[in-house]
């Protein structure tokens, strides 16, 4: 967990309610050192910590880990884009979404060079579900030993821990948009 937010939350309401960090200790029976270090990100608070902090503040535990996140932040220009090279260069993955907010939803798009598989062997997601999106060319997907030919504008949904594998049978470049759930 990044604890950046929750020091600058505790340091303002100290600020503003204008308690020392040994005033804040009593009040909440924690140490000055671990207030001291949570202040300053340093550590991994428990949630029983987190529960007596947020308590204290007068505020819900979710608000206290809660991530402020500028509409700005969430923009993710082309050349800003992170691309993963698979098997030997013959798969490509460009995320298309920012991760800012660690968000469960993943976006990228997969280009997949002419006669190729996008994996040696099945990929299984267990915490994941996916939609695949066709936007140029056609592929198969082997899904568990099952083979389905998919034009473009054609879409799939991968449930979590089904196997399946995608083979691009034709000469020319296939591109796929995939949308990954976290679940």
């Given at each position: ?10 340091a ?143 879409t ?15 000469d ?12």
């Amino acid at each position: 967990m990044k604890n950046t937010r929750i020091g600058e939350k505790i340091a303002e309401y100290r600020r503003k309610n204008g308690l020392t960090l040994r005033d804040f200790a009593k009040q909440t029976n924690l140490s000055t050192a671990l207030l001291s270090q949570l202040e300053r990100s340093i550590g991994n608070p428990t949630l029983s910590i987190l529960s007596t902090l947020a308590e204290a503040m007068g505020i819900s535990v979710s608000e206290l880990v809660e991530q402020k996140v500028e509409n700005a932040e969430m923009i993710l220009r082309k050349e800003q884009r992170k691309t993963i090279v698979m098997y030997q260069g013959q798969t490509m993955y460009d995320v298309l979404a920012c991760d800012t907010c660690h968000a469960n939803l993943e976006l990228l798009l997969m280009t997949l060079e002419g006669k190729s598989w996008t994996s040696n062997g099945y990929t299984q997601h267990t915490q994941e579900e996916e939609v695949a999106y066709v936007l140029q060319g056609e592929v198969t997907i082997d899904l568990e030993g099952e083979v389905f030919v998919l034009g473009e504008e054609d879409t799939i949904r991968i449930l979590p821990g089904r196997k399946h594998k995608l083979y691009n049978h034709t000469d020319t470049e296939v591109k796929v948009l995939f949308v990954k759930c976290r679940i």
